[in-house]
């Protein structure tokens, strides 16, 4: 690795590519024959819906993430939602969420007429912890979706004990963290994803393992859920026109799991480089005032969806504007609360009424580029940027 961010910085001239937030035309140029030879196979077979690429790709994720059930849905958000209709709950019911995360975690609590139950979250990995969860646990409550946010595990062990003192399900949303390794204090080692009673991820072209268009999928290691979850992904439907319950449409087709295929033995891979990205970050990015690198459980390893900082004293927005003069994208995941959005005004609630860390880090995270096709020039550019800004303040 270079020595001098700043050097490789000043050597960057505008010939370069510029610099991406996501590289997936990099990616994809990478493995073009085989991805292209994996798409075509598709087309002259005419089995575009559950045909043989859908099902290779359903047994290549159950041995990856060592489950016994995986169901290919449509995305992300309808993996959520199926697991949630799957389990049976009643309007009215609770379902206890983190309030710094995506919308769609809880936005398939609300549209199925559950109360979402927004907690705070822990200000260093940025994810939900028992002690946060429990004060919010009532009578009413069913369920906990633990989100594994930016690729860091949530300390699930205690959450796993917590749910199952109250009898809670847990649905694990593992969108950001797909090949993320928890260790219990057993010693046992599990895959995020299979921590919990379901877990559900998602295939945007973006996340760790993307497809070329939109993609999900369900995981859960009981029988019986297993067996709930495919009826309602389904339409209901055990056996074609015999509709048991109210389901929903919502299949992987055959072409996005041919590119799956391409790119699922690649996933450790494009985890590692992204884990050597963030190393890169963490030493170059040292001891800079007020700015926190993302941290680690010792109990998880951490697949970096996002390498998010957070920059102290309202300079967030400056930092952000001063590395888009340079050529350095960024993103801010998440500026709004979930508590402060329009669409859950009187459908939600806080734990408590209100949630410091969460208010706090809408104000202060940042994301820099982050995929598996970030080269050693790029990362010493981007990290010069970086120090640069906190020499002129």
Excluded: W
């Amino acid at each position: 690795m270079p020595t001098s961010p700043d050097a490789a910085g000043r050597a960057r001239t505008s010939a370069v590519q510029p610099i991406q937030m996501v590289d997936l035309k990099t990616q994809y140029e990478q493995m073009q024959e085989e991805v292209d030879g994996a798409v075509l196979d598709v087309i002259r077979s005419g089995a575009f819906i559950n045909g043989p690429a859908v099902k290779d790709f359903q047994s290549g994720l159950q041995d990856f993430l060592r489950c016994k059930h995986v169901i290919p849905c449509a995305n992300g958000t309808d993996a959520l939602q199926i697991a949630l209709m799957a389990l049976g709950l009643k309007p009215g019911d609770e379902v206890i969420v983190p309030a710094f995360t995506y919308v769609a975690s809880a936005e398939v609590i609300a549209l199925l007429g559950l109360r979402p139950v927004m907690v705070d979250v822990d200000p260093f990995t940025f994810n939900v912890t028992a002690e946060l969860i429990e004060p919010a646990i009532t009578d009413r409550t069913k369920a906990i979706i633990p989100v594994h946010l930016f690729g860091q595990s949530c300390d699930m062990e205690p959450i796993v004990k917590l749910a199952q003192r109250h009898d809670l399900y847990i649905v694990e949303d593992n969108a950001q963290a797909i090949g993320a390794e928890y260790t219990f204090s057993d010693g046992r080692v599990a895959r995020t994803g299979t921590l919990g009673d379901i877990g559900c991820t998602s295939f945007y072209p973006s996340k760790n393992l993307g497809a070329y268009g939109d993609g999900g999928a369900i995981n859960t290691d009981d029988d019986a859920l297993a067996d709930r979850l495919r009826t309602v992904a389904n339409h209901g439907q055990n056996r074609r026109y015999y509709h048991d319950v109210v389901g929903c449409n919502s299949r992987l087709d055959s072409v996005q799991a041919a590119i799956l295929n391409c790119k699922l033995p690649r996933l450790e891979q494009y985890n590692d480089r992204r884990q050597a990205a963030a190393r890169y970050y963490d030493e170059h990015l040292a001891g800079l005032p007020g700015l926190l690198p993302p941290a680690r459980l010792p109990s998880s390893t951490h697949v970096y969806h996002q390498y998010t900082l957070r920059i102290d004293g309202d300079r967030r927005d400056a930092l952000q504007q001063h590395l888009q003069a340079a050529g350095v994208p960024s993103m801010v995941y998440y500026p709004v609360p979930l508590y402060d959005q329009n669409a859950f005004r009187g459908t939600a609630a806080n734990a408590i009424d209100f949630l410091p860390v969460t208010d706090t880090l809408c104000k202060e995270v940042i994301s820099l580029p982050m995929h598996s096709e970030l080269e050693e020039e790029t990362l010493a550019y981007i990290c010069a940027m970086v120090r640069s800004f906190f020499r002129e303040v």
